[in-house]
């Protein structure tokens, strides 16, 4: 048995065999072969496993993100079975005497150049398509994305870092724990951990070449620790900790249909934060009040293209439909930094969490906004909405946003579609200079939402992503606390409403504070809030001020 250890981001215990995650190479070496007829049968063979797969996510995303969001593998498994797309494979394979995995991307290349040039934009949008199925092929041939072949049983996914997109389109059914080298408590991965109540080590130094493809192995997401191939002894110990985890979540759900409140009745709303339709049953089986963000810019990470108004629609109101009534806040594209999505063609940057990102890709490219913007009104129809904008650092920008929505309710009243004529607008407070002037941002709008994962790292100036660094990131730093609580007493001068939806919201050691701020609305992952609401249960405010 051996025993690594790395930080715990998401606590639970979890068994099952390891599986390297390892990035498919981007272009793939070429080399000649004797036998070229045995290329081609690699390459049918690895076209059919391919194509499987997409038949089963098509499948499973239509479940959860409906018809619209799951025609991309359709697509995809179309273009695996054009006639033009696998002659030109073939020829390469015989014409040059190669092997299948240059000629797979020979092929992508080729095909990807010719649909850029198109005139037509669909078919533009369609060369990321064929270098996306394209890599998926090369990947079974290089044997790369494991995942997919030991998909029939529980696994712990280790990987070098998973980016948000690479996370998103991960098929979940039998992930048991994830293990990166890289990440940080904040990064998306360690949050979308949480938010499926799976356990999660980051940080572990050499994860790939530690822990080996198939050992058994075990994670215990609340020590930091990773055991491989484990013996009797510790694994019936970490089963023991695994009933009393879950003994430890029954007695919690006694909490589930409660109001949040103090011994001394001084109540807060306690909402989940969501990134899909899926996260939204999580939040509802763990007696979310509201959902205090929703990170729409999960629904552009899960597809290769623009997701269409139509698609936006389907997702926003069926949302809006499952939470009956109770306010829904949705964030608009939050895109940029670590959330990148290839088909935006974003600059490479510097410094990309101080570059184009959220607000500035929305105000600087106006017809994505929009569509987004029309597809949101459309479903305030259906539920209550709150659109909340994130990375906001003028009023300048909140008015421009104001008159882009402004058009956008305009034209829908002159197609005669309906809409709410009461949908609120919520700044989030990411940035300091949204903080210091939230005096002034709250005559702007109705609700303020913050996001202490960027205010954090802006104010510390200390880079989310880096863990190197995390010993110089004080989440309770003074600053921090003193920006939240400026913001909260502006906004009250204003009588509008303030919540937290960034990590620090769900730190119980800080819900005294929180609550003695009247933060009005605590937003967390779903897997967080029958512990805070019964955290919030033990304090009585009603004695004298806490010393900060
Ligand atoms: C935040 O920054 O705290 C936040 C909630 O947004 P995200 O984590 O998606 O950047
Ligand atoms: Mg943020």
Redesign the pocket.
């Known amino acids: 048995m051996k025993i690594y250890k790395g930080e715990g981001v998401s606590r639970g215990v979890a068994f099952g065999k390891i599986n390297l995650y390892e990035k498919a190479a981007a272009a793939a070496e070429k080399y000649t072969v004797e036998n070229t007829e045995n290329e081609i049968a690699r390459f049918e063979n690895a076209r059919a496993q391919a194509i499987a797969q997409l038949a089963l996510l098509f499948t499973k995303t239509k479940e959860s993100l409906g018809e619209e969001n799951s025609l991309l593998f359709q697509i995809h498994q179309m273009m695996l079975e054009d006639l033009d797309y696998c002659d030109s494979v073939k020829e390469i394979i015989r014409g040059e005497k190669v092997n299948a995995e240059y000629a797979v991307s020979e092929t992508a290349a080729r095909f990807a150049e010719m649909f850029a040039t198109m005139e037509d934009e669909y078919m533009k949008g369609r060369a990321a398509d064929v270098r996306d199925v394209s890599g998926r092929v090369l990947d079974i041939l290089t044997g790369g994305g494991k995942e997919k072949t030991i998909l029939q049983q529980p696994y712990i996914l280790v990987a070098e870092d998973l980016a948000p997109s690479e996370t998103a389109q991960l098929d979940k059914t039998y992930v048991q724990a994830f293990v990166t080298a890289g990440g940080s408590r ?1 990064s ?1 991965t360690a ?1 979308f951990a949480r938010t499926m109540g799976i356990p999660a080590v980051i940080g572990l130094e050499g994860a790939l070449q530690n822990l080996p493809d198939g050992a058994d192995c075990i994670v215990d997401g609340a020590a930091g620790e990773v055991y491989v191939e484990p013996d009797q002894e510790t694994a019936a110990r970490l089963r023991k900790k695994q009933e009393a985890e879950q003994a430890r979540k029954k007695l919690l759900s006694l909490y589930k249909d409660r109001p949040t409140q103090t011994k001394d009745g001084k109540k807060t709303e306690l909402c989940a ?1 969501i990134g899909n339709l899926n996260d939204l049953q999580f939040a509802l089986d763990n007696g979310a009040e509201g959902i205090g ?1 929703f ?1 729409s810019e999960f629904l552009y990470l899960e597809s290769t293209d623009y997701p269409t108004e139509e698609a936006q629609f389907t997702v926003y109101k069926t949302a809006l439909q499952k939470m009956a009534g109770k306010r829904v806040v949705i964030r608009t594209l ?1 895109i940029g930094a670590d959330k990148q999505a290839a088909y935006f063609d974003l600059p490479k940057e510097e410094n990309p969490a101080m570059g184009m990102r959220a607000i500035r890709i929305c105000l600087t490219r106006p017809a994505v906004f929009e569509t987004q913007l029309r597809a949101l009104y459309r479903s305030s129809a259906y539920g209550r909405l709150a659109i909340l904008l ?1 990375m906001i650092t003028s009023v300048e920008e909140v008015r421009r946003v104001k008159e882009i929505a402004a058009g956008v309710q305009r034209r829908l009243e002159e197609e005669n579609i309906p809409f709410a004529p009461d949908v609120e607008l919520g700044v ?1 407070i ?1 940035t300091p200079a949204a903080a210091v002037i939230s005096d002034l941002l709250a005559k702007e709008v109705d609700l303020f939402s913050v ?5 954090t790292q802006y104010t510390l100036a200390a880079d989310r992503q880096n863990q190197s660094i995390a010993q110089f990131c004080d989440t309770h730093h003074p600053a921090l606390l003193r920006l939240i609580r400026l913001s909260a007493d502006n906004i009250h001068k204003e009588g509008k409403w303030i919540g937290i ?3 620090l919201g769900a730190d119980e050691s800080l819900a005294e504070t929180f609550m003695r701020m009247g933060i009005d609305e605590l937003s967390v992952t779903p897997t967080a809030i029958l512990p805070l609401r019964a955290a919030i249960a033990e304090l009585d405010l009603s004695n004298e001020e806490e010393k900060q």
């Open positions: 904040n998306h949050i934060n963000l990170r939050d994130p989030m990411e996001g202490t994962n960027d205010l939806c960034g990590e």
